[in-house]
């Protein structure tokens, strides 16, 4: 068998149409795959590692997680991108220079933006009594319902005024949940979409759902907004690993302090 028969099994091709339809997504992935065919094909081992020993790379990536992107079954975050197309590039012996991945970011957002098949993310909406789920597969019949109602701690009904708190640009969607626990709120990196759960049974998470309710100053309500998608994209794009397990451990020890004073103040 000869060197490019072996190239040629062993190559990852971009999956069909009927697979990953036409679209920003499939647009992105083409992109990846002609690094990939410039690099000659490497394989996920050797980009996996490649991404490891890499003294740029802002997040690690398993071969198999490679191989998914490479095989369009997965969405993956803008640092994972950042990466494989780093590291395809010094392999292609082209490096990536910061225009060529800031071209790759223009086509991440795009995508990101349409895997996002939710309504405006300035809704709030009531998602039931239980904590949520990092874990659970996205629910697509969840978002495709009406979603202009947020809940009180009465089951009342409030519309967000007019759409004047977007934040379609940063893909967050703000849910208002009551669990027992401490936090405050919690951040859930799900697909195409990050989702901050504001808790109100915690005193604080109470008072921020009551402001978006009731206060009339627009400003308030966009600075709370703010405050929130500020933290929840660096939660989504800090790596895997300690610094985000800290990040998620100082996220609860501030729910415990703001906590501990708000019961002060009362």
């Excluded at 060197?3 to 149409?17: A, Y």
């Excluded at 690094?35 to 740029?56: E, H, K, M």
């Excluded at 109100?200 to 109470?206: L, W």
């Amino acid at each position: 068998m000869t060197e490019g028969e072996k190239m040629s099994r062993k190559r990852i091709s971009i999956p069909d149409e009927d697979e990953l339809p036409e679209g920003p997504h499939r647009h992105l992935l083409a992109e990846v795959h002609r690094l990939y065919d410039l690099a000659g094909c490497p394989s996920t081992r050797v980009i996996s590692n490649g991404v490891r020993n890499s003294s740029r790379a802002r997040d690690v990536l398993s071969h198999q997680t490679v191989a998914n992107i490479l095989r369009g079954r997965s969405f993956p975050s803008w640092l994972k991108v950042e990466a494989l197309v780093d590291v395809l590039a010094t392999y292609a012996q082209t490096n990536a220079t910061a225009e060529e991945l800031e071209r790759f970011r223009l086509l991440w957002l795009t995508a990101h933006h349409d895997e996002n098949r939710t309504p405006s993310s300035n809704q709030i909406k009531s998602s039931g009594t239980g904590p949520p789920d990092s874990q659970a597969p996205h629910d697509d019949s969840r978002d495709s319902r009406a979603e202009d109602d947020v809940p009180t701690d009465d089951d009342g009904d409030y519309e967000e005024g007019n759409g004047q708190d977007s934040f379609e640009d940063q893909n967050v969607r703000f849910v208002a949940r009551r669990w027992d626990g401490p936090e405050m709120f919690k951040v859930d990196l799900l697909p195409g979409i990050i989702e901050v759960s504001v808790n109100i049974t915690h005193p604080v998470g109470k008072s921020i759902v009551a402001t978006w309710e009731n206060d009339n100053d627009s400003d308030v309500r966009r600075i709370l907004h703010l405050l929130l998608v500020a933290w929840a994209r660096m939660e989504d794009e800090t790596p895997h690993g300690r610094r985000l397990d800290f990040l998620r451990m100082t996220r609860s020890d501030w729910s415990r302090y703001a906590r501990l004073f708000s019961t002060e103040d009362t």
